[in-house]
C-alpha cells in the first residue's frame, strides 16, 4: 500500500502560480511512476502530468505544457506540481496518483490516488 496526501492548494488570480506537493508514505515511493491529475466540477478527471520512477522522464498534457513541470524528490518521497501561468480553466481538485508503470495517461493504470487538493483560479 502507498498512502498519498496532497497539499499546496488554494484560491489565486489568473497569472500566479502554485506549487503543489504530494508526500508518500507505506512501499518505497521511488518504486512508482506518479502523476498529476486533476477534475473539474462536471467534467471527468483527467491527466495532467506523469514523471518515471527517477524523474529523468516527464510527460504532460498539452493543456499544461509549458506552464506546468513535475518533479520528484525520491528522498523525501515527495512529488511536486509546478504550476505557472494559471488561468481559470485550470480551476479543479487535483490529484496525485501512483503506478506500477511509466508513462501513463489512463487513470486506469494508476493504483494508488490522494484526497486531492483543490485549485481555485480567479480571472
Known amino acids: 500500500q502507498v498512502q498519498l496526501v496532497e ?62 513541470t513535475i518533479y520528484r524528490d525520491n528522498a523525501k518521497n515527495t512529488v511536486y506540481l509546478q504550476m505557472t501561468s494559471l488561468k481559470p480553466e485550470d480551476t479543479a481538485v487535483y490529484y496525485c496518483a501512483a503506478s506500477g508503470l511509466s508513462m501513463k495517461t489512463m487513470s486506469a493504470y494508476y493504483d494508488y490516488w490522494g484526497q486531492g487538493t483543490q485549485v481555485t483560479v480567479s480571472s
Open 7 to 68: 497539499s499546496g492548494g488554494g484560491l489565486v488570480q489568473a497569472g500566479d502560480s502554485l506549487r503543489l506537493s504530494c508526500a508518500a508514505s507505506g512501499r518505497t515511493f521511488s518504486a512508482y511512476a506518479m502523476g498529476w491529475f486533476r477534475q473539474a466540477p462536471g467534467k471527468e478527471r483527467e491527466f495532467v502530468a506523469t514523471i518515471t520512477r527517477s524523474g529523468s522522464i516527464t510527460s504532460y498534457a498539452d493543456s499544461v505544457k509549458g506552464r506546468f
